[in-house]
Nanobody, 122 residues
């Protein structure tokens, strides 16, 4: 499966953004999806994951209550709605896919998108 992330940009603190991750290839609806981010000089950070059905999501504490992950299997797309953005949310955001169940661990995702930059100014 190939993934294309989009929707990043430059926003001010408190603003919202919605990231999209469009998948191509077969069997998207059987893949769990995840979002991660990496800021300069920092390790990759898990943000959220969603099951193939969209019935179960897990969020990192750092984004819980502010970010919402959803998916539309008919459009082969997942969405990360990000509200109340903070300067510390500045990073490159990556979507990833894995067969079977969800995971917090990036090493368990074989497929990755190219990343989209999110910059939050104070």
């Amino acid at each position: 499966v190939q993934l294309q992330a989009s929707g990043g940009g430059l926003v001010q603190a408190g603003d919202s953004l919605r990231l999209s991750c469009a998948a191509s290839g077969r069997s998207f609806s059987t893949y769990a999806m995840g979002w991660f981010r990496q800021a300069p000089g920092k390790e990759r950070e898990f943000l959220a994951t969603i099951t193939w059905s969209g019935g179960w999501t897990i969020y990192a504490d750092s984004v819980k209550g502010r970010f919402t992950l959803s998916r539309d299997n008919a459009k082969s797309t997942v969405y990360l709605q990000m509200n109340s953005l903070k300067p510390e949310d500045t990073a490159v955001y990556y979507c990833a896919a894995r067969p079977y169940g969800s995971s917090r661990f990036g090493s368990e995702y074989p497929y990755w998108g190219q990343g989209t930059q999110v910059t939050v100014s104070s």
